[in-house]
């Protein structure tokens, strides 16, 4: 199986909507009686009601996000392939942002972080353009407009800003414009949305958008531990593929091991920007996915002892399928 992906061969974008359509097989069969489209943060941002919501069947949206999860496999392969992170071209990326999308039920259905995994890949594309050099305070004008438009669709995604900064610190030599481009493409959003607000008479909700940044730190959370044993199999691969990374590093081109470094933070900062939802919602984790992804592709990439990898790849996949089976 890991095999078949570790060729770049477009033949493989069938056996990866056909694994698509594995990995959900068993959530399918048991869908809830309701689900609607979960964007009520952005309806309220622009003063819509929330009834204006379309109340789409629960099979539509689990193709939709299906959907959606596919078209982002494949922008994170051409990501991956076109900036040569894995030394070599592989089909790999795609196939393990299909199972890391699939890997808990609240992934499987359409949430705003899924929407914004869109705008954390486009951010990615841009990111990795900064070590060429070219307009890069234009690239840090874009990327800070790509924020905002995130945060207005999810609140937590306006910590992806410090990636700008991450980004310029690992790419570029220090310049103070193009530090400061990103938070004028920010503000250039919202400035729009708080004339928007001010016009409609609602000034004062403009700046209630931004009272959970100063929530607290929730330090309990009501979670059923046990419907989380299939994390297991990927903490295992995740400990795999930084043994196999710290063993290559050094023997990488500069620009991969920048490269490596900034997937890694976006990797924290989309895991800890959680806190601020007033309340905790696991579908927040599908960020991580992004890059995540690129590192569990790394070590079957490179893992050599094929009967081990496969294996521990089959019982990540048998895990995921069980657990859509059975909750506890």
């Avoid at 954390?120 to 070219?134: A, R, S, T």
Wanted: charged share 10%; with cysteine.
């Amino acid at each position: 199986m890991i095999r078949l992906f570790r060729s770049f061969n477009p033949a493989n974008i069938v056996w990866l909507a056909i694994f698509l359509f594995v990995m959900r097989i068993g959530f399918a069969f048991q869908l809830p009686a309701k689900a609607g489209l979960p964007f009520s943060e952005l309806f309220s941002r622009l003063l819509l009601p929330a009834s204006l919501q379309p109340n789409i069947p629960p099979v539509v949206n689990l193709f939709i996000a299906s959907l959606m999860v596919f078209i982002q496999a494949i922008l994170i392969n051409l990501l991956t392939n076109e900036h040569n992170l894995l030394g070599k071209s592989t089909f790999l990326p795609a196939f393990m942002y299909v199972t890391v999308a699939s890997l808990l039920v609240p992934f499987l259905m359409l949430s705003p972080p899924l929407v914004c995994n869109f705008l954390l890949i486009w951010m990615l594309y841009k990111l990795l353009n900064l070590y060429k050099g070219d307009a890069s305070k234009s690239i840090c004008y874009d990327l800070g407009m790509i924020v905002a438009v995130g945060t207005m669709i999810y609140l937590p995604f306006i910590y992806a800003f410090l990636v700008i900064w991450i980004g310029l610190a690992i790419f570029r030599p220090f310049d103070w414009r193009e530090w400061i481009a990103g938070i004028i493409g920010f503000v250039t959003i919202f400035f729009f949305l708080a004339v928007f607000y001010y016009l409609n008479d609602k000034l004062t909700d403009f700046f209630e958008i931004w009272r959970p940044l100063g929530s607290k730190f929730q330090v309990r959370f009501n979670i059923n531990y046990y419907n989380y044993l299939v994390l297991i199999p990927v903490i295992i691969i995740l400990i795999l593929s930084a043994l196999r990374l710290q063993q290559n590093f050094y023997k990488s081109y500069v620009h991969i091991r920048k490269s490596i470094q900034l997937l890694f933070f976006v990797f924290l900062i989309t895991a800890f920007s959680f806190y601020i939802r007033a309340d905790f919602h696991v579908d927040h984790f599908l960020m991580c996915a992004v890059p995540g992804c690129i590192f569990v592709a790394y070590y079957f990439l490179y893992a050599t002892t094929r009967w081990f990898y496969e294996s521990l790849y089959i019982l990540l996949l048998a895990s995921i399928i069980y657990f859509q089976f059975n909750t506890f």
